[in-house]
């Protein structure tokens, strides 16, 4: 595929040295996504689509398989309210200990899931 190309010496130059590396497909902006699936056969409304949707048929046709993304299982309130319970009584005896750092790490973690049982609860 390579091609060769006559500068105006009459030199052969190598267009596979003078093109820039492709970036990744997920670092591309939607713009030129839709330049590279305009140049795909069969794919119509091509000005129309997101990026995701752009990325999906490019992966497809060029079959690059995309890992499968991780599932996050959402915890219940209930599970999040009975760990803030238990991560409140180390926090005591950690306080009892005179332990600071442990203390200060326990008052992060209990107010994270705090915010996640908000969230959770909207």
Avoid: C, F, S, Y
Avoid at 74 to 100: C, G, N, S, W
């Amino acid at each position: 595929m390579e091609e060769e190309v006559k500068d105006q010496e009459g030199q052969v130059e190598d267009t596979q040295e003078t093109k820039e590396p492709e970036k990744p497909l997920d670092k591309m902006t939607a713009p030129e996504l839709r330049e590279i699936a305009k140049q795909i056969p069969g794919v119509e409304g091509v000005h129309a689509m997101k990026k995701e949707q752009l990325l999906e048929i490019i992966k497809k046709h060029r079959g690059i398989e995309d890992k499968a993304p991780k599932k996050v299982e959402k915890a219940t309130v209930r599970e999040l309210k009975k760990k803030i319970a238990e991560l409140k009584a180390q926090k005591e005896e950690a306080r009892k200990a005179k332990d600071k750092r442990k203390v200060e790490i326990l008052r992060r973690r209990i107010n994270r899931l705090k915010k996640q049982t908000r969230k959770l609860a909207a």
